[in-house]
Every structure is written in structure tokens, then in C-alpha cells.
Nanobody
């Protein structure tokens, strides 16, 4: 099995910063991509950003220029640096990873338990 553990959420004032971390562990052969999604109350879960194993990155338009996704040295950890936070960034943030558990299997999606980010105005 594969586990994703997130940390770093919290309460911050508008204009502030937070850094989210997500560590993947378990039966991992390789990770094709890691990313962050968020879900606000009453809304659908939406993509925030992802990073591929070749370091290609993609961001939602709403966070471009404010958020930065990166991977740790072990490549099993992903970070989301969030600057210039706005009240509309308030949501539960979920880590996602596309993981191959053996060399022959296709990647499967795994999710963390979520971490709350609240931005006050």
C-alpha cells in the first residue's frame, strides 16, 4: 500500500504565506507525478498544481504567480509554497500521487487525508 501524509495547513491572514508538505511512503516503485488539489465547502475538488517526474509543472490560473510546487531531494516528497494568500484560497488541500508499485503496473492515484487552509480577510 501507499500512504500520503500532508502537513503545513493552518490559519493565515490575507497576504500571508503557508507551505504545505506531502510525503509518500509504502510500496513505491516510482512516482510519475505529484500534485495538490483543493476543495472548498460546497465546491468540487479542483486541481491547484502538479509536478511530473521530469519536473514539468502546471498551475491553475487562479494560483499562477503566487504558488510554487516543488519536489524534495528524495522525489517522494512534494511541497506547495503559497504566497499572497487570498480568502478564496480557503479550502481543504489534498495531496495526490500517481504511483507505480511495480515496474509492470500502470500508475494508480493515491490521496492524502487533506489539510485545512484558512485565509482570513
Amino acid at each position: 500500500q501507499v500512504q500520503l501524509v500532508e502537513s503545513g495547513g493552518g490559519l493565515v491572514q490575507a497576504g500571508g504565506s503557508l507551505r504545505l508538505s506531502c510525503a509518500a511512503s509504502g510500496s513505491i516503485f516510482s512516482i510519475d507525478a505529484m500534485g495538490w488539489y483543493r476543495q472548498a465547502p460546497g465546491e468540487k475538488r479542483e486541481l491547484v498544481a502538479f509536478i511530473m517526474k521530469n519536473d514539468f509543472t502546471h498551475y491553475a490560473d487562479s494560483v499562477k504567480g503566487r504558488f510554487t510546487i516543488s519536489r524534495g531531494d528524495t522525489k517522494n516528497t512534494v511541497y506547495l509554497q503559497m504566497n499572497s494568500l487570498k480568502p478564496e484560497d480557503t479550502a481543504i488541500y489534498y495531496c495526490n500521487a500517481a504511483v507505480k508499485v511495480t515496474v509492470t503496473t500502470s500508475p494508480s492515484d493515491y490521496w492524502g487525508q487533506g489539510t485545512q487552509v484558512t485565509v482570513s480577510s
